[in-house]
Nanobody
Framework: QEPLVESGGGSVQAGGSLTLSCASSTITTSSARMAWFRQAPGKEREGVAAIDADSHTSYGASVMGRFSISRDNAKNTLDLQMTTLKPEDAAIYYC???????????????????????????WGHGTQVTVSS
């Protein structure tokens, strides 16, 4: 069974909304350091949003104010609410987890690592988001 499975991707028009969900069979999403990344064709993987073990959140500059990361403890999922979507938001969205992070938030000076892909060792296969203008 895959440790992280994303769902909720699809096609929307610019200005629309989508909610992505990441379900885990091995990670307790309520207490782990987890994040959403995205990668568009020809571009590097980009950190979108992250939530630390103490629930501190961090967002990429391009999605600040439009996206929101949250946990659904009852379902053991990590969710990403995306609003006011733009064509440049189109990408494959990946869920990631730091398997050694339960109860261990990053020290303050290390918080920029929340959106660094090297901080995470477990990855889902991704879900496609398409935004038409």
């Amino acid at each position: 069974q895959e440790p992280l499975v994303e769902s909720g991707g699809g096609s929307v028009q610019a200005g629309g909304s989508l909610t992505l969900s990441c379900a885990s069979s091995t990670i307790t999403t309520s207490s782990a350091r987890m994040a959403w990344f995205r990668q568009a064709p020809g571009k590097e993987r980009e950190g979108v949003a992250a939530i630390d073990a103490d629930s501190h959140t961090s967002y990429g500059a391009s999605v600040m104010g439009r996206f929101s990361i949250s946990r659904d403890n009852a379902k053991n999922t990590l969710d990403l609410q995306m609003t006011t979507l733009k064509p440049e938001d189109a990408a494959i969205y990946y869920c990631a987890a730091d398997s050694d992070s339960t109860g261990q938030p990053l020290p303050g000076q290390w918080l920029p690592r929340l959106l660094d892909s090297r901080q995470y060792d477990i990855w889902g296969h991704g879900t496609q988001v398409t935004v038409s203008s």
